[in-house]
């Protein structure tokens, strides 16, 4: 059950890098999409996370599930925004294949369609 969800914000420029929220079990740290990549013990540790890496996270290798051919693809995320995330698909190494590349918009992403590479 969800607590408390509460944005975090850049100091010096107000840019959204994720969110702290409270839940049954404790804290956790969100990307600006919702896409829970940490936890921790308190509240400012949890918030000290989103700030060091909640930007940083999204430069990764991820994976999305291709609705048209029903499979998990690696991708690098291309925009992201709170509602909608923009990927393209890349090879296992993150990189750009011409014969396998897409670009997908994925409206409200969440862990049955989106998810950080292992």
Request: glycine fraction near 6%; charge should be negative; proline fraction near 4%.
């Amino acid at each position: 059950m969800l607590v408390s969800k509460t944005p975090v914000n850049r100091a010096d420029d107000g840019e959204l890098l994720g969110f702290v929220v409270e839940d049954a079990s404790g804290w956790q740290a969100q990307t600006i999409f919702g896409y829970s990549f940490a936890r921790a013990e308190d509240r400012a540790s949890v918030e000290q996370v989103v700030r060091d890496q909640g930007l940083t996270i999204l430069g990764g290798l991820w994976q999305y599930f291709d609705e048209d051919d029903k499979t998990w693809h690696p991708c690098v995320i291309k925009e992201a925004a709170p509602n909608q995330v923009i990927i393209i698909r890349t090879n296992e190494m993150g990189y750009q294949d011409p014969d396998s590349y897409k670009y997908v918009v994925i409206k409200n992403p969440d862990e049955t369609r989106l998810i950080q590479a292992q």
